[in-house]
Structures are given as C-alpha cells and as structure tokens.
C-alpha cells in the first residue's frame, strides 16, 4: 500500500513539476521547443482537421446519392405508371428505369468501400501520433526542469545533492532523445503520405463517378428514343373530328331568301326548253325574291333592335325601382333596429382609446366613438373587465378600461 501511495505522490511531483516548468517559460517569454518542431506539429494539425472534414463531406455525399436513389426509384414508378404497356418499346423502358436505380446503388457501395472505409483507417492513425506529441513535450519539460535543477546544484557545495542531479538529468535527457526522435521522424513521414492516402481516395472517386454519369447517360438515350417512337406513332395517328355545327335559322328568318337562290332562279332563264307559260311564272317568282331582302330583312333588323332597346329600358326601370324601394324601406329598418336596441341599452359609453378587434367577436373602433352596453347572449360568457356592446351594427366584446361612462 505505501509502494502504490508512492508511486501516485512521484506521478503528481513530476505533473506539477512539468507545469512549473511549463509556467516559468510562460512568464519568461521564452519558447522551450524549437521552430522546426513546431512547424512540423502545426502541419500534422491542419492535416488532420482536413482530413476530418473530407470524411464528413464524403459521408454526406454518400447520403444525399442514397435520397436521390429513393427518389429516383419513386420517379420511376411513377413513369411507368404513365407510360402504357401498350406503348412502343414499353418493356424496354421499364428495365432501363430499373436499372438506374441499380446503377446509384452501385456507385453508394463503390464510394463507401473505396472512400469512406478507408478515410476512416487514416484518421484513426492521429490519436497515436498526437499522443507521442504530447509525450514528448512532457518529456521535454521534465528535460528543462532537470537541466535547471543540475545547474542550480552546481552552484552549491554538496556532492551528494550535484550527483543525484546529474544521475536525474541523464535519464530525462535519455528519454527526451529518444521520443524527440521518433516523432521527428513520424510527423513528416506521415505528412507527406498524404499525397498517395489523398491521390488513391480522389482517384476512386472519380472513377466510380463518370462510370455512373457514363451509365445514366446511356439509360437517358434509349429512355429518349423510346419517348420519340410513341410521339411519332402518336402523331401518324388520325385526328377525329367533329361535324361542323348546323346554324340555327330564327323563325322570324324562315321568309330570307339569299343571293344565291336569286342566282338559281336567274339562271332558268337560260334554258332553251321553257315554255312560255314558265317563263312568266320565273319572272313573277323573280318580282317576289327581289322585294323580299330589300324589305323584310331590314324590317328584320330594326325589329331585333327596337326588342333590344325595350329590353334594355325595362331593365333600367326596373332597377331604379328597387332602389328606391329600398331606400324607402331603409330607415324604417333602422329605426326598428334603433327601438330595438334602445330597449335593451344598459349604459353609453365614450371611447377614451382606440381598439382593434383581436378576434371575430370583439369589437373595433376609434377614439370618442359611442358604444351602447347591451347584455350577454348567454351570462356564462361574462368576463372581467370585459363589457357586451353594440357599434356601428356590431355586437361583441370589447375592454372596459378602453371606454368611459356618457356622462
């Protein structure tokens, strides 16, 4: 037990010995490890942070190429539920929509196997070269501390005291040299690996990348002939049309005879095989067409029009009636509503505040406006500091301590 005591109160001489140490070259201003090192620490750093956000990037990536594989298998289904079966080249464009979501599929394994996978085996090789880091500085200041310890003995006469020194500044040296070292190999060694580790990654890549864009582009070409044959097939399709619609003839325009069968009339005249009996008849069929558009079709017209300007008149009469009608009956309206209220009026009161209504049974008005206290519809309603009133034709809440009596 006191070995273990021992061993913990050594532990904590040397901790508290190194941050002493660590402390004086503070205040001094001085900087215990040299330029060089500290180059080589602040490059394992920065590549370690970059390393760090590749892999997060690429985890990313791999998770936005799984949502759009999900999407692009919903978009799938939802073409081949348009595209009938029998359409050309149905069956065709049903395996090359499988086949894309095969293809993200594929490229989401390639990336995490050739990328993700070994980003992570890099990045869990920087805990341990931090940790030698560390141990070499505090070898380091258990190295400065026995140097400075040696130093002050040698100014004191005491043998015993200048030997323990010594013996204690020999081993720290020893263990200082020998981590300083190997990470002055580790540190550089392993920064310029990160060409080849970067190169192999990015490599894969991109690889894996345009083989994916190489197959899309492939599948989107046959889906593209695919949509071109049925457009085509569509368009040599016939068109069905409709029979043209019959013109509706007015009764009143059953008695119109048109140009052309006054030319067909005409045009009997000319045949050599009429006797003279059928002459006369054309000639007096020919009187009668002749006076009809002159004078019934013009007649037609004006009738149609005078019906209109009728119509028109009778309508506007009739609105002004309704107007007036309604203006008469208004204020007997309001005064009924007047005696209405004017009975169940428990107080006047005078708007000291403006007020916006906050919901659709409050009320809303201005300052100095007159609101007419009438009882709750229903007496559970009833809140504090809250009245019922009427303005302007409303009924609702409104706060009391926005309003005064009418004095």
């Not at 215990?32 to 690429?58: G, P, S």
């Not at 004191?156 to 005291?161: I, Q």
């Not at 209220?341 to 708007?351: H, N, Q």
């Amino acid at each position: 037990m006191s070995e273990k005591k021992g061993g913990i109160f050594r532990k904590m001489t040397t901790a508290v010995g190194r941050q002493q140490e660590k402390l004086r070259h503070k205040l001094k201003g001085d900087d215990y490890d040299d330029e060089e090192f500290q180059d080589h620490v602040a490059n394992f750093n920065a590549q370690q942070a970059h390393a760090q956000r590749l892999l997060k990037e690429a985890q990313h990536f791999l998770k936005a190429l799984k949502a759009m594989e999900a999407a692009s298998r919903s978009f799938g289904e939802a073409i081949k539920v348009v595209y009938d079966p029998d359409w050309p080249s149905s069956t065709n464009v049903y395996d090359n929509l499988g086949a894309v979501s095969q293809i993200y599929t594929e490229l989401t394994s390639r990336l995490s196997d050739e990328v993700v996978e070994p980003m992570n085996a890099y990045i869990s090789r920087f805990p341990d070269i931090r940790a030698r880091v560390h141990k070499r500085e505090r070898r380091l200041l258990s190295y400065e501390r026995a140097k400075r310890t040696l130093d002050h003995a040698k100014t004191k006469e005491n043998k015993a005291k200048l030997q323990q020194a010594e013996i204690a500044f020999a081993e720290a040296e020893t263990k200082f040299h020998d981590v300083d070292e190997e990470c002055r190999q580790t540190l550089p060694s392993f920064y310029q690996g990160r060409v080849s580790m970067y190169g192999s990654v990015l490599q894969s890549c991109f690889s894996h990348q345009s083989v994916f864009h190489g197959a899309c582009q492939s599948v989107n070409d046959e889906l593209q002939v695919c949509v071109d044959s049925v457009l085509e097939q569509h368009a040599s399709m016939p068109v069905p049309q409709q029979a043209p619609k019959q013109k509706e003839v007015d009764a009143d325009d059953s008695h119109y005879v048109d140009d052309r069968q006054i030319e067909e009339l005409v045009s009997g005249f000319s045949k050599t095989d009429v006797t003279e009996e059928e002459i006369e008849q054309q000639d007096e069929e020919l009187e009668e067409v002749k006076d009809v558009p002159s004078s019934n079709v013009e007649e037609h017209e004006e009738e149609h029009e005078e019906e209109h300007d009728e119509e028109h008149d009778e309508e506007h009469e009739e609105e002004l009636q309704i107007d007036e009608s309604a203006q008469q009956q208004q204020p007997h309206a309001d005064v009924a509503d007047q005696d209405e209220d004017e009975d169940e009026v428990l107080e006047v009161r005078i708007a000291t505040h403006a007020y916006v209504g906050q919901d659709d049974d409050e009320l809303t008005f201005d300052k100095n406006a007159t609101i007419y206290v009438i009882p709750f519809d229903d007496p559970d309603d009833e809140e504090e500091g809250w009245l019922y009133g009427k303005f302007e034709g409303k009924k609702g809440l409104f706060p009391q301590n926005h309003t005064k009596p009418n004095d």
